[in-house]
């Protein structure tokens, strides 16, 4: 969710996106940020902060009846969006696309608050996000497409602090916002700025054509190569959905004022240190930081276990962050190296369905496992399972080094 782009993509299966030859600069390097990279960063912060205003208000709204399926809702719904996001843009490009998915982000937040029924919320969070994928796939590979493949992981560093910056405000504004004003300014907030972004997509590319054969997504699955980072990447997502989905309500009542700040630090850390690793990729390669990725993801969480304590929730969630923020960009710069043009996306594809999958998951599953231990165990028994991706992280350390 991420965004992350949060930031947060995917291509046609038939058609993928291949760059243009870039001018070069006087230092000898293709310019970074062009005025196509520009226009995608408006629908990107207008998709964004749509998605994460919203995405702890909600399970807060629906309380009553249930935060983990408004949050499982919406991530599932995401995923089949991403499924069936290639083959839609394939056959109606990118702009068509980015404005379809604008409108189902944007347009159900509107009538949100209309009913408070649990079926209610969870048909608005369905809509949403199938809204959210598309602008995901309708976006990621058309971004990779136009960073020069020499400055990938700054360019993708430079991507997850524009759509990181959005997250970072967005996720704790809404739950004050929501707190002092209620909910219904909260959500049509959230729709109005996915709406905006419409605006900006008919200055984009609406489609491409790539001169190699395109990757499918069941080949994907079957290469190893891409599989193990996506694997890894899954598993710090699942924490994230845990995180904002059920941070709130696991910390006690009488310490609640951490929650707003934590959920500012935890994707504050992520953005930094996406940011971080981008600039040592490129210097040094992405794939050494996948393992420390994971490792500071599942510290964080076990040390968020201590709920009732605000140093150990706020030193947690910036060590989780941290983690995040460095597996966010390691594996999507590693899976993006491993293929031609002509794959990038079906890696967009892969690297969303890792995470928003993880995202889903955790939602759904960390409330049936908080019901009978409680939080503090179910935060420490998260953070151990994490540990399980250390197999595919290891092997992918000793995998080939990746070729462009």
Same mark, same amino acid.
């Given at each position: 969710?991420?965004?992350?782009?949060?930031?947060?993509?995917?291509?046609?299966?038939?058609?993928?996106?291949?760059?243009?030859?870039?001018?070069?600069?006087?230092?000898? $390097?293709?310019?970074?940020?062009? $005025?196509? !990279?520009?226009?995608?960063?408006?629908?990107?912060?207008?998709?964004?902060?749509?998605?994460?205003?919203?995405?702890?208000?909600?399970?807060?709204?629906?309380?009553?009846?249930?935060?983990?399926?408004?949050?499982?809702?919406?991530?599932?719904?995401?995923?089949?969006?991403?499924?069936?996001?290639?083959?839609?843009?394939?056959?109606?490009?990118?702009?068509?696309?980015?404005?379809?998915?604008?409108?189902?982000?944007?347009?159900?937040?509107?009538?949100?608050?209309?009913?408070?029924?649990?079926?209610?919320?969870?048909?608005?969070?369905?809509?949403?996000?199938?809204?959210?994928?598309?602008?995901?796939?309708?976006?990621?590979?058309?971004?990779?497409?136009?960073?020069?493949?020499?400055?990938?992981?700054?360019?993708?560093?430079?991507?997850?602090?524009?759509?990181?910056?959005?997250?970072?405000?967005?996720?704790?504004?809404?739950?004050?916002?929501?707190?002092?004003?209620?909910?219904?300014?909260?959500?049509?907030?959230?729709?109005?700025?996915?709406? &905006?972004?419409?605006?900006?997509?008919?200055?984009?590319?609406?489609?491409?054509?790539?001169?190699?054969?395109?990757?499918?997504?069941?080949?994907?699955?079957?290469?190893?190569?891409?599989?193990?980072?996506?694997?890894?990447?899954?598993?710090?997502?699942?924490?994230?959905?845990?995180?904002?989905?059920?941070?709130?309500?696991?910390?006690?009542?009488?310490?609640?004022?951490?929650?707003?700040?934590? !959920?500012?630090?935890?994707?504050?850390?992520?953005?930094? &240190?996406?940011?971080?690793?981008?600039?040592?990729?490129?210097?040094?390669?992405?794939?050494?930081?996948?393992?420390?990725?994971?490792?500071?993801?599942?510290?964080?969480?076990?040390?968020?276990?201590?709920?009732?304590?605000?140093?150990?929730?706020?030193?947690?969630?910036?060590?989780?962050?941290?983690?995040?923020?460095?597996?966010?960009? &390691?594996?999507?710069?590693?899976?993006?190296?491993?293929?031609?043009?002509?794959?990038?996306?079906?890696?967009?594809?892969?690297?969303?369905?890792?995470?928003?999958?993880?995202?889903?998951?955790?939602?759904?599953?960390?409330?049936?496992?908080?019901?009978?231990?409680?939080?503090?165990?179910?935060?420490?028994?998260?953070?151990?399972?994490?540990?399980?991706?250390?197999?595919? &992280?290891?092997?992918?350390?000793?995998?080939?080094?990746?070729?462009?």
């Amino acid at each position: 969710m991420t965004p992350s782009s949060m930031p947060r993509s995917s291509r046609p299966a038939a058609r993928t996106p291949v760059p243009a030859p870039a001018p070069t600069s006087a230092a000898g $390097r293709p310019p970074l940020v062009t $005025r196509p !990279l520009m226009l995608r960063f408006v629908s990107m912060i207008g998709a964004s902060v749509s998605f994460f205003l919203l995405l702890s208000v909600v399970p807060a709204y629906a309380t009553a009846s249930g935060a983990g399926p408004a949050t499982g809702a919406l991530m599932l719904s995401t995923v089949l969006g991403e499924l069936a996001g290639p083959r839609l843009v394939g056959r109606y490009g990118y702009r068509v696309a980015l404005v379809a998915g604008l409108a189902l982000l944007g347009a159900p937040a509107l009538v949100l608050t209309l009913s408070h029924s649990l079926a209610w919320i969870v048909l608005v969070c369905l809509v949403r996000g199938l809204g959210f994928a598309l602008t995901l796939v309708a976006g990621g590979a058309l971004t990779a497409s136009l960073i020069p493949a020499e400055r990938r992981g700054e360019g993708l560093a430079l991507v997850g602090v524009v759509s990181g910056v959005p997250s970072l405000i967005a996720l704790p504004l809404g739950m004050w916002l929501a707190g002092h004003v209620g909910f219904t300014p909260v959500a049509l907030a959230a729709g109005v700025a996915a709406l &905006a972004a419409v605006a900006s997509v008919p200055g984009l590319p609406g489609r491409e054509r790539a001169s190699e054969k395109p990757v499918g997504m069941v080949a994907a699955l079957r290469t190893g190569d891409l599989v193990r980072p996506a694997a890894v990447f899954a598993t710090t997502a699942v924490a994230t959905g845990i995180i904002v989905t059920f941070l709130p309500v696991a910390v006690p009542t009488a310490a609640s004022a951490v929650v707003a700040v934590a !959920l500012f630090v935890q994707p504050a850390a992520s953005t930094a &240190a996406r940011w971080a690793a981008g600039r040592y990729g490129d210097r040094h390669g992405p794939a050494g930081l996948v393992l420390p990725g994971l490792l500071l993801s599942a510290g964080g969480m076990l040390i968020t276990a201590f709920t009732g304590s605000t140093v150990a929730v706020l030193a947690g969630v910036a060590v989780f962050g941290a983690g995040f923020g460095i597996a966010q960009n &390691a594996t999507l710069s590693l899976m993006y190296a491993r293929v031609q043009a002509s794959g990038y996306g079906t890696v967009s594809a892969l690297w969303n369905l890792a995470y928003d999958g993880g995202m889903g998951v955790g939602a759904l599953g960390f409330g049936a496992l908080a019901a009978p231990v409680g939080y503090p165990a179910a935060f420490t028994v998260t953070g151990v399972l994490m540990l399980v991706a250390l197999v595919p &992280a290891l092997r992918d350390l000793r995998a080939p080094t990746p070729r462009e």
